[in-house]
Each structure stands twice: as C-alpha cells, then as structure tokens.
C-alpha cells in the first residue's frame, strides 16, 4: 500500500505517535518533559494551546497519515511557485515571531496556521477539509516562544521544515539533497495554488540556510532580525531555564563545538555566532534578497518594514491596518553580575 494511504503498519503509526509529542517538545529534552510542560501550562493560554494541539496531533496521527495520499496529489500536480515566500529569520528570542505575525496581520499574505500542528503530513488537505484557511485577522502578536494559540494562529510549521532541512534542529544541513529540493518546490507550489497568496513564514535558523532555500525556491526573500546582542543573551539565557530546567543546554541553535561549562559563556559565544551566520547569508545571497532588520527599530516603527515588504517585495499592495508601536524589553531580568559580563563581552561595538 502507497506510504501516508489508508491503514499505516503498526510500527509505522507507533512512530508517528511518539514523534507527535516532539513537534512541541524537543527531541533531546531528556528526564524534564514533564517539567517543561507544566512550566508551559503555567504560562497562559498561549502555553495551554501548545500542549492541546499537541494532544490532538497525537490523536489525530491516524487521520494524518490517511490524508497524506492527497496531500501528496496537491504535490504532484502543483506547478512551481509565482508569488514570492518572505521567510522571517534569526536567533531565537530575537523578534522573529512578533515581525512576521506584524507582517502577516497588515499585509494580503497567507501564512501557515496552527493545523500544521496536528497534521504536520497533510496541513493544506486538512485545512481545506475542515475549512480552517487562514484568517489574518486572527493573527495576534502574542506568542510563548513562538507557539500561539488558536486555529488559525500562526504556526513556525517546524515539521514541514523538518522535511527538506533534517528532524535534528540542532544542526543544520550543508547542502540539500535532490529530493529535499523536490520536495520544497512542489510544497511551496501546492501551498500557493490553494492560498491564491503570497507566503510569510518564520523559521528561526533558516539565517544557517538561507542559501540553501534561495537555490531552491527563486521567489524567496528572507528578512533577519537583529536584536541588541546584551538583551538577546539575556533572553537565551532565561529561555533554558524555562525550556530545559536548567542552564547546561543551549536554546536554539547553536555552535557545534563543545558547549562551555560556563553557561554565560556558551551564551555569548551563541550571540557571535548568529551574527557571523548571518553576516555569511547576506554575502552568500546578496542583501536585495536578505534584508538584516533592527528588532528595536522595528518595535518603534512597525509600519516601515510593513511599507518596504509591501512596496519592494509584494508588488505595491496596500497594508490593511496600521500598526502601532511595540515596547521592545529593556529591562534587567537576571542578577547584576550577569548581566554585566554580558555588557562587557556583547555591548561595546557589538552591533555594526
């Protein structure tokens, strides 16, 4: 029987199952899952939603895997894209996902909602069957590390990534395969011929790959955030506690060399890195194509990045709403000493 049609073996639905609950959760968390997701569920109803869909994507594996034989119809028949893919990037706790839920909230732009959560196999034939298409007015700018809440919210989509870039999000590919390439192609061709829209996305550590999709999809621009490195370590810094339940492991991506024993240091080294790789992008892909944005800027005048996507990149549309500024943290929210030694290693002559 074709793989994704009718009844799965049970080995392979087992799988399925068990990977269900790493869509969320991360794969290398280790003995604190639990803790994680009562940390999450204490976190609001962003957080609460988070753990639904991923209840209900492990409910609904069955029906997931019996819906992939049209999904994969979609693919086959789809012609390669026309419209252009505006991908949201950068370190994690940088502001990618409050600019591109803004983007997607003021401009005609589908997006990937909250169905890719609990189908991450069929995300187009399930939203067409349960009538679930984008809605931009429901997009919120609220977010816990990313997840939001509702059905059309909006999703990062990490499984379909994990498709064409790897299921290790820990490290990313140095080249794509035949079929990777394929694959994005007749995905994102697929996906506009049912939107009838041009795409925002976020991904986080597509400023490691960003070559990689530009050689694929031709239409694809990518826009990096760049956040004030002091208060971006601070953030990772908090974030694996939160994620991890301590301060031994790095969240998101980071170097592959050995982690230091000192987590500040790891931080550190972490901030250096993805301004090297994105440094290494906007040279490998030209800056017409990789825009670097200022989170700060960004926060005190949404409306202009909004204006430039619309204008450079959409063909002239007009925004729909208008933004109103955003209060970009500035406040110290770890110990003194810390938060110094970041000061002093990141805050002199850090940003260009």
């Known amino acids: 029987m074709a793989d994704g049609a009718g009844v799965q073996p049970p080995g392979r639905v087992a799988a399925a ?4 609950f790493h869509r ?6 280790g003995a604190d ?4 997701a009562r940390r999450v569920f204490r976190s609001g109803r962003d957080g609460r939603h988070t753990l639904l869909f991923a209840g209900l994507g492990l409910v609904a594996t069955p029906l997931d895997l019996a819906l992939r034989r049209a999904e ?7 012609l390669p894209a026309d419209l252009p893919q505006v991908f949201v990037c950068g370190p994690a706790r940088s502001g990618t996902t409050l600019v591109a839920s803004s983007l997607i909230r003021a401009l005609p732009v589908s997006y990937f909602t909250n169905v890719t959560a609990v189908f991450p196999r069929s995300p187009i034939t399930a939203s067409h069957l349960l009538r679930l298409p984008p809605d931009n007015s429901m997009v919120s700018d609220r977010s816990l590390y990313g997840r939001s809440a509702g059905w059309r919210g909006a999703s990062d989509a990490l499984p379909l990534w994990d498709r064409w870039l790897g299921t290790d999000r820990t490290r990313m590919p140095s080249s794509l395969a035949p079929e990777a390439r394929a694959g994005m192609t007749s995905f994102f061709g697929a996906y506009e011929t049912w939107s009838g829209r041009p795409v925002v996305a976020k991904n986080n550590s597509l400023n490691a790959v960003a070559h990689l999709v530009a050689e694929t999809l031709p239409g ?14 601070q953030s990772l810094l908090q974030a694996r506690t939160f994620i991890y339940g301590d301060l031994g492991t790095p969240y998101g991506l980071a170097p592959e060399s050995t982690e230091p024993s000192d987590p500040v240091e790891g931080v550190i080294a972490q901030v250096r890195f993805h301004r090297e790789l994105a440094e290494l992008q906007r040279q490998r892909i030209g800056a ?10 960004f926060c005190a005048d949404p409306n202009d990045l909004v204006a430039r996507v619309a204008g450079d990149l959409l063909g002239d549309v007009q925004p729909s709403v208008r933004l109103e500024p955003f209060a970009a943290s500035r406040r110290v929210r770890i110990d003194a000493a810390t938060f110094a ?3 002093r290693a990141l805050g002199s002559g850090s940003r260009p």
């Open 17 to 20: 199952v068990k990977g269900g």
């Open 72 to 78: 994969m119809k979609r693919y086959r028949t789809a």
């Open 33 to 36: 899952a639990v803790g994680l």
């Open 288 to 297: 017409d194509r990789f825009w670097t944005v200022d989170y700060e800027a």
């Open 341 to 343: 030694r970041f000061e």
């Open 24 to 29: 969320v959760v991360p794969s290398h968390l």
């Open 220 to 233: 694809s621009y990518f826009i990096c955030l760049d956040r004030d490195p002091v208060f971006l370590a």
